[in-house]
């Protein structure tokens, strides 16, 4: 999500799950020019070319079956996708492929390359957004000519997204959706998103720029929580390996209730191993998340105050120090351009922040979702000297917690609680780090906490979990 991603390697789903469950009025199934064969006009040179791309997998199946939006994304339908091909793939049963349906969308890259809904790139650059998606679905016994319309559904509400946020998709991010993807009211385990590189769509380019295929592939809630813990890259290698769970081309099969590890107990103690090796990828998660700097003054005595607040401070204590920020340190990571808040010392209105060190202390509240991770990020971020960012879901505040050995930070030794504007770093040394770990074990099993607790680090952090 390199456009306007909070974070690295993984997204969060803000799609609401009921547009999945079903096409709008403007999204219809159709076959391709009622029986002829789909041929893009001379003029549409990235429709051409994804053709071209689809011909070269299934070159005898030139009419394949569609869902088409009736009134296009550029004529102000609601719909980003143009269209989502459906193609009938027979299977390989001596590589552990079933027969399934596999679908490709068109229109998150520029198709026309005449500014109606992406400006041209050129082809040296990346066409639109640089990918379109893709998803197989393994058929159900009986199902020959009819695929079931709901994956294209499911493309059409993250291509929304992808439009309405302006953020990518990257292989190995993930998508929490927490529902079935199919719509259905039964106990479906694939409620949740990885995505892959499509192994029989290489990337192509063209004269309207460069097109990767991304595969969405369904996974369950403890394969969405290993990748969030490790990598998409790794789980989905696991998903390989197995062919209950996927198979080597990923292939969802919704009717299966056994997650990869309890298919295979044994790939447990590879994950640890994994995590234990390469830490975790993910640096950063939208949160609903909220921090208060402790001021105490001679007329209110011990307050909170939030850094909207503008009222002025009469304690010189509380120091604001508008300086340079220090040189990058050595260290394993470096605080650069995945910064959480605009570049620089400015904010998306142009206001110029100072650099301020909060001398008497932070309260920090974040929702149960989020402060869930914060295991994850102790053990697998903080312990390889890597930072991670809570970044709240509206407005600009932000939260990064690091260690002393990430260069380009704000928070040094001398200051760990320093804040510029509503981002706020904090220093984790390795004694504050042994009791974080040991204090929020807990939240390894959310279900199992309370409302809401409070605790105290020192006297300089205070940290609030609510469930909500």
Partial sequence: ???????????????????????????????????QQFMPSSSALGLE?????????????PNPLQVTAFIKYWLGGPDP???????????????????????????????????????????????????ELTFRLAKKSGEATSPPTWPAALLQALAKYVFHTGNSFFAGDHVSWHCPLDGSDFECRLQHMLLAEDLLLPPVQGP???????????VTEEELQISQHWNGTSVLELLRRVPSAGGPWLVADMQRQLSLFELQP????????GIDRDGCSLSGVSARCHWEERRVTSKTGSAWRSPEDEEEDDDSSSQEDEEDEPEAAA?????GRHRPTPTDSESTSGEIWPIRRLYKGVHLTLNL??????????????????????KAVAGETAVTLLTGRVGGALASPSAPLVAKGPWLQILVDSEWLAKLESDLACLQQPEGVIIHFTIAYFFRLFLNIFKY
Wanted: charged letters at 15%; proline letters at 8%; aromatic letters at 10%.
């Fill in 369 to 390: 979702e989020a402060a869930s991770l914060l295991p994850v990020v102790l053990r697998g971020r903080l312990r390889h000297d890597r930072h991670f960012t809570f």
């Fill in 49 to 61: 070319i994804l053709y071209e791309s689809c011909k070269q997998v299934y070159p005898h199946q």
């Fill in 331 to 335: 260290g394993k990571a470096t605080l």
């Fill in 81 to 131: 996708l143009d269209y989502i091909s459906m193609y009938d793939h027979p299977g390989i049963p001596e590589l552990h492929i079933p027969p399934h349906w596999h679908y490709i969308s068109f229109g998150l890259t520029d198709l026309h390359g005449d500014g109606r809904v992406h400006e041209p790139s050129g082809p040296e650059f990346p066409s639109g957004f640089g990918f």
């Fill in 266 to 273: 044994s790939f447990r103690r590879e994950v640890e191993h």
């Fill in 208 to 218: 309207l720029g460069s097109v990767k295929f991304l595969q969405v592939v369904a």
């Fill in 1 to 35: 999500m390199q456009k306007a991603q909070v974070h690295v390697s993984s997204v969060s789903n803000t799609c609401a799950p009921g547009n999945v469950t079903g096409a709008s009025n403007n999204f219809v199934p159709e076959s391709a020019l009622d029986g």
